[in-house]
């Protein structure tokens, strides 16, 4: 549910400081200033983690047997086995890892979506269960909507003092 409703809602200014082959392939500019992506990535790391600790806790209490059997394993695990194979060789490997400036969608992320895959195969079993994921994924969608919305007729609550404290670090140390 935070990934459905949450995650996509998080706007927050990263300072990203470009180094190496970030540094090399972007605009020129030392820093890149990421409202959208950086601290998504870090969500989704950290939904997924929580997700696996949720499955581990259902099988340890209820055993194996909650697991199901299906063959959607296969080619999550061949995608995994790729996606840490093609980082192992990749030339660049911090952003093989962490994915490009402006994305962050490299290795860590593309090994969290399956594992909540993975997650969701295995809790997500009723229709009660889709359910409630969806309305969770409708919630996010109406609140980025009226946002767009207010944005197109020229109130953009980003750009009040209340909308700028939510999305830009405090800077007065």
Do not use: C
């Not at 459905?4 to 970030?22: D, E």
């Not at 392939?25 to 696996?52: E, P």
């Not at 099988?59 to 394993?73: E, S, W």
């Not at 093609?86 to 090994?111: H, K, N, W």
Request: hydrophobic content about 55%; cysteine-free; proline content about 3%.
């Amino acid at each position: 549910m935070l990934l459905l409703a949450i995650v996509p809602l998080i706007v927050y200014l990263k300072v990203v400081p470009l180094t190496g082959a970030a540094f090399d392939f972007w605009t020129g500019q030392k820093d890149n200033l990421d409202f959208f992506s950086y601290y998504k990535m870090v969500w989704i790391l950290i939904s997924s983690a929580l997700a696996v600790g949720v499955l581990a806790s259902v099988v340890m209490f209820y055993g194996f047997d909650k697991i199901r059997a299906t063959y959607y394993y296969i080619p999550i695990a061949v995608y995994a086995f790729f996606v840490i194979l093609s980082t192992q060789f990749s030339q660049y490997p911090a952003i093989s890892l962490t994915g490009y400036t402006d994305r962050y969608e490299g290795m860590y992320v593309l090994l969290a979506y399956m594992a909540i895959l993975l997650v969701t195969i295995n809790l997500v079993t009723t229709e009660k269960h889709i359910k409630v994921l969806l309305g969770a994924l409708f919630t996010g969608a109406i609140i980025i909507g009226l946002i767009g919305v207010f944005q197109y007729i020229g109130y953009d609550v980003f750009k009040s003092s209340f909308g700028k404290s939510l999305i830009l670090p405090d800077i007065h140390n």
